[in-house]
């Protein structure tokens, strides 16, 4: 149930940050012989009531048993949406002054699958209470909410130019993708970025920098400096924490924290972790 949860957020929060909700859905299972019947109709259960709640319909698809397939990748799906020419918006769209927010908290996602993946492990080093946070934070791996929200502000002019969500290289990596991919500049401060306490604890157990660590469920938002006020309160009254970091700057400046240029780190933290974990050397 909560890899197919996984499996339909990941793929509409791609497209969400687009500003659009999913609409149609195409879905291809190609499965292990050994899965049951069961766990087939709860993973397309899953999908139907995630799909209902957005207002997207499964248009086509396909579903099967084969030799040699294998977890944790088990087929394909695409989302697609229709919307006005001027009704969508792409990570290459900030604008010099925009205002830069950033969702939840860094290191979500790294967090969330290395408390799932060695539970015993943090329970040990951390206690039951940080553990039990920590693997809650599963649910939130997702922009979907974000992003919807953020959007019914306004795009473009009226409101959010860009979103992006930090997967790989987390939030810093995130917020230079944005900078590279709009030709422009920023200057932020890092400090800002939510770490959340139970976050902050299991980077530290496991040698991470929560700023590099894989963040599905972390959006970031270039929006229009007179309504970043208004898309902060609109996440805030649906639940969703955010922060303001900074701003996007003129074309070809260099990407500032805190007056020092900074660069994305070369490697995620989270795969030396979860590597150095699987293989026992973290005890």
């Not at 996984?6 to 149609?24: K, M, Q």
């Not at 290191?107 to 040990?124: G, H, R, S, W, Y």
């Not at 992006?164 to 987390?170: F, I, K, L, P, V």
């Not at 007179?226 to 898309?231: F, H, I, L, N, P």
Request: hydrophobic share 45%.
């Amino acid at each position: 149930e909560r890899a197919a949860w996984f499996a339909f957020h990941i793929l509409a929060s791609d497209l969400t940050t687009s500003g659009v909700a999913p609409e149609y859905v195409t879905m291809d299972w190609n499965l292990p012989m050994d899965i049951e019947d069961d766990q087939i109709e709860t993973m397309l259960r899953v999908m139907d009531r995630e799909c209902r709640r957005y207002g997207a319909a499964i248009v086509t698809g396909h579903t099967g048993r084969y030799e040699g397939c294998a977890y944790p990748m088990v087929g394909g799906a695409t989302f697609l949406a229709i919307a006005p020419k001027d009704g969508w918006i792409t990570a290459d769209m900030a604008k010099p002054g925009n205002r830069l927010l950033v969702t939840k908290t860094a290191a979500l996602e790294a967090t969330a699958i290395l408390a799932n993946t060695f539970p015993d492990l943090v329970q040990k080093k951390l206690g039951a209470e940080v553990t039990s946070r920590a693997r809650a934070l599963f649910e939130s791996m997702s922009t979907v909410e974000d992003a919807l929200t953020a959007a019914s502000v306004g795009l473009r002019s009226d409101g959010v130019w860009a979103m992006h969500d930090a997967t790989e290289g987390g939030v810093r990596n995130a917020v230079w993708e944005m900078a590279q991919a709009s030709g422009l500049g920023v200057d932020v401060d890092f400090s800002k970025v939510i770490v959340a306490p139970a976050v902050a604890e299991v980077s530290n157990l496991f040698g991470m920098e929560p700023l590099d660590a894989i963040s599905e469920g972390t959006l970031l938002i270039a929006t229009e400096v007179d309504t970043a006020a208004k898309v902060l309160e609109s996440l805030r009254r649906k639940g969703i924490s955010a922060v303001d970091i900074g701003a996007f700057t003129k074309k070809g400046r260099p990407c500032w924290d805190r007056g020092r240029v900074f660069r994305p780190a070369d490697r995620d933290p989270f795969w030396i972790a979860f590597s150095r974990a699987l293989s026992g050397e973290i005890t």
